[in-house]
């Protein structure tokens, strides 16, 4: 009878527990193949290899594919006597795909035609050997070729979002867990949705599954990263508590921090009247945010800081001199506490060692342990 008890105590145990939180995460495996040509002036006959050189590099420095060398690739096509490049049918990427042990097949093109350069792309499902997307960039500009390969990997790798739980929520704390860490290529910065499932869509006459309804309650931004989770800041919830051990989450945006290209026409902006950048508000409507008695403008003009301007000396040092008037106030009023953690994020944010004294102080003697708590995540980013 004890063995009995002890065997339903760890079943429905288990039963609790997201799989994927006890389970180590599985990179998914792929395999890129040489890019075909088309068109002149190109530097090498060898600049279809390069190109996937460059993609498999950028794969691997995200840190959750397992890409198939090269090397092991050209043996295989040798052995089988396949010259592959560029795009292939259906019955060569299964084979591929059986031969290589791959989920995925990445094949494509680059295109030269006088000024105009374009790389087109294909992610073929090795199972079904059907395209799952296809992905196109071009430029008509003197833009190095390298260049777009960067813009088209943060394009592909939008199509393999990170998907995992919430595995920990205190009561009432701002933090939370997910069972995505170092190992599954996470990194510090890295932003998240929280959903629930909802509704079950099934087909009306087959009965079939088709699709499951998905419900966000929230958004999240990684703080700190271990070998097998990560903790995150919650960014928004649809309403207090409202994110909770079990919720599902999946990556937003591209997964790799890529440097983008200088622009080779830039537009000379006036002096002392930097160029607005699109979707954010000027800074000088910004400063007038940060200042206001209005707490929703507050914080509104704390989030444009985070999102659009991290680094702007004027608006940090409106940012640092708001949040040194008001962290001391004793007060239970959710947007006073809202306004004040944000400004804490737009200096946190930063990355400038300059505000970890600000940042030290506030997480000692804040009124209010909220803010407290944001002032310390945000101080351990700046050591």
């Not at 190095?144 to 960067?150: E, K, S």
């Amino acid at each position: 009878m004890k063995k009995i008890i002890l065997f339903l105590l760890a079943l429905a145990i288990s039963s609790v527990v997201p799989t994927s939180a006890a389970a180590d995460y599985q990179k998914t495996k792929i395999a890129v193949l040489d890019f075909d040509l088309k068109g002149e002036g190109f530097e090498t006959e060898d600049m279809g290899a390069i190109v996937a050189e460059w993609f498999i590099t950028a794969l691997v420095k995200e840190g959750r594919f397992d890409v198939i060398e090269r090397s092991l690739l050209n043996k295989i096509l040798e052995e089988q006597k396949l010259g592959i490049s560029g795009v292939v049918d259906e019955e060569t990427a299964t084979q591929l795909g059986k031969l290589l042990g791959v989920k995925v097949i990445i094949s494509g093109s680059v295109l030269r035609v006088q000024h105009i350069l374009e790389i087109n792309a294909r992610i073929i499902d090795v199972e079904t050997a059907a395209i799952i997307a296809a992905e196109n960039v071009r430029s008509a500009t003197a833009e190095r070729l390298q260049d777009l390969v960067i813009q088209m990997s943060i394009k592909i790798i939008k199509h393999f979002p990170l998907e995992g739980y919430v595995v920990s929520r205190e009561p009432n704390e701002p933090m939370v867990a997910i069972d995505l860490g170092k190992y599954a290529g996470v990194k510090t910065g890295m932003e998240f949705i929280v959903f629930k499932e909802g509704k079950v869509i099934k087909h009306p006459k087959t009965g079939e599954v088709l699709d499951v309804q998905q419900l966000n309650v929230g958004r999240l931004v990684v703080v700190n990263v271990r070998d097998k989770i990560a903790e995150a800041e919650i960014m928004e919830e649809k309403s207090p508590g409202a994110i909770l051990f079990g919720h599902r989450v999946k990556s937003l945006g591209p997964l790799i921090p890529v440097a983008k290209a200088p622009d080779p026409h830039p537009i000379p902006e006036a002096p002392g009247k930097p160029r607005k950048r699109k979707g954010a508000r000027s800074v000088e409507e910004i400063t007038e945010m940060l200042r206001s008695s209005n707490l929703r403008y507050k914080t509104k003009g704390a989030q444009y800081i985070v999102k659009y301007y991290r680094t702007d000396p004027g608006l940090l040092e409106v940012a640092e001199t708001e949040l040194l008037k008001g962290y001391m106030k004793r007060t239970r009023d959710r947007h006073y506490i809202e306004a004040m953690a944000w400004l804490c994020n737009a200096l946190g944010r930063s990355g400038l060692v300059q505000y970890k004294d600000t940042l030290q102080e506030v997480m000692r003697n804040a009124g209010h342990r909220k803010i407290r708590s944001y002032a310390k995540k945000n101080y351990r980013l700046l050591k």
